[in-house]
């Protein structure tokens, strides 16, 4: 389970969001123990692209050492 304020990656795009896979965003709400997060995704700018309920199975959390797809400004 993810806490508030980790950083998640999707595994696939969501396109009707306008993110793709490898995009990455911060964990803002959990839902149901960890079976959904509500993810805020950003913009290299650190301007919002799109606040989405996602299930737990597509997100993941990078390691330190792994880095993760900017999205496009």
């Known amino acids: 389970m993810y806490e508030i304020n980790s ?18 965003g911060v964990v803002v709400y959990v839902h149901q123990e960890g079976k959904a997060y509500e993810v805020e995704f950003l ?3 650190l ?9 737990a199975e597509q997100v ?3 390691s330190d050492d792994e880095t993760p797809q900017s999205p496009a400004v």
């Open 7 to 24: 950083y998640v990656v999707l595994k696939l795009p969501l396109i009707e969001h306008g993110l793709r896979k490898g995009d990455g």
């Open 43 to 45: 913009a290299a700018d």
């Open 47 to 55: 301007q919002t692209i799109a606040v989405v309920t996602v299930e």
């Open 60 to 62: 993941w959390r990078p």
